[in-house]
Nanobody, 128 residues
Framework: QVQLATSGGGSVQVGGSLRLSCVAS????????VGWFRQAPGKEREGVAA????????YYADHVRGRITIAQDSARNTVFLQMNSLTPEDTAMYYC?????????????????????WGQGTQVTVSS
């Protein structure tokens, strides 16, 4: 059983930055795929980025590529989502998710069905 604790959301102005954190526990941290998702009001949950904690593989959704970076601190069992140049379109509840598998498959990296464990959301609000 994987437990995920998400934090780091907040309110920022257009062009600002935020770093979200996701701490994983309850499982071998090095054998996880961890993904970030977001859900805006009235919209479906969409994948943002994913990382394989046992290596260097990462994957980004096209709509965030270049502005958002996923990274990890394995010593702290933590995955980060660094978001820069934020726009109001980035306003959403952000979720961390994980699945225990030994590789990062691009076809499911940003798909909700690819993850069995979910953390609580953290709200990101970008205002102009």
């Amino acid at each position: 059983q994987v437990q995920l604790a998400t934090s780091g959301g907040g309110s920022v102005q257009v062009g600002g930055s935020l770093r979200l954190s996701c701490v994983a526990s309850g499982y071998d941290y090095s054998k996880l795929v961890v993904g970030w998702f977001r859900q805006a009001p009235g919209k479906e949950r969409e994948g943002v980025a994913a990382i394989y904690t046992g290596g260097i593989s990462t994957y980004y959704a096209d709509h965030v590529r270049g502005r958002i970076t996923i990274a990890q601190d394995s010593a702290r069992n933590t995955v980060f989502l660094q978001m820069n140049s934020l726009t109001p379109e980035d306003t959403a509840m952000y979720y961390c998710a994980a699945d225990a598998r030994p590789w990062l498959c691009p076809h499911v990296a940003t798909m909700t069905f690819g993850y069995n464990y979910w953390g609580q959301g953290t709200q990101v609000t970008v205002s102009s």
